[in-house]
Every structure is written in C-alpha cells, then in structure tokens.
C-alpha cells in the first residue's frame, strides 16, 4: 500500500513563509511524479505545483514566483516552499500521486494566511 503524508501547515501573515512536506510510504517503482494541489471553502481544487520523476517543475500562475517544489535527497520526500503568502492563498493543500494508474492523495494540512 503506498500512502502520503503532509505536514508543515498553519496559520501565518501575509508576506510571510510556510514550508510544507509530503512522505511517500510504501512499495513504488522508481521516483514517481508528485504534485501540490489546494482546495479553497467554494473553489475547486487547483494544481498548485508538480515534479515529474525525472525532476522538472510546473506551476500555476497565481503562485509562480513565489513556490517551490523540490524533493529531498531521500526521494520519499517532497517540498513545498511557500514564500510572500497571501490572504488568497488559505486553503487545504493536499499532495498526490498516480500508482498503477489510481490517484494516491494525503490527508491534507491546513494553510491559513492572516492579513
């Protein structure tokens, strides 16, 4: 069974930083593609940022510029580094994945960002 697991949210003010963390656990072949999705109260949730195995990067426009995702040297583990958050970017940030063609998702953590 592979399972994730986030950690790093809270509550901070605007212009401040937040980093947050995903674990992969379990059996996996190789270094899979990862990605940070939030979920905002009356929004859909959106694709924050992504890594693929071979370690190349995307991200949305709202927060380009600002976030970085990065894996550890373990592997396992992946980054989300959140600088200058903004009030708009309170949500719940989930990370997931895809085995064997099923979405492996996190529990999520919440992110809070005070003005």
């Known amino acids: 069974q592979v399972q994730l697991m986030e950690s790093g949210g809270g509550l901070v003010q605007a212009g401040g930083s937040l980093r947050l963390s995903c674990v992969v656990s379990g059996r996996i072949f190789g270094i899979v593609a990862m990605g940070w999705y939030r979920q905002a109260p009356g929004k859909e949730r959106e694709l924050v940022a992504s890594i693929t195995g071979g370690g190349s990067t995307t991200y949305a426009d709202s927060v380009n510029g600002r976030f970085s995702i990065s894996r550890e040297r373990d592997w396992r583990w992946v980054n989300l580094q959140m600088n200058n958050l903004r009030p708009e970017d309170t949500a719940v940030y989930s990370c997931?994945?895809?085995?064997?063609?099923?979405?492996?998702w996190g529990q999520g953590t919440q992110v809070t960002v005070s003005s």
């Open positions: 997931k994945t895809v085995i064997r063609g099923r979405e492996v």
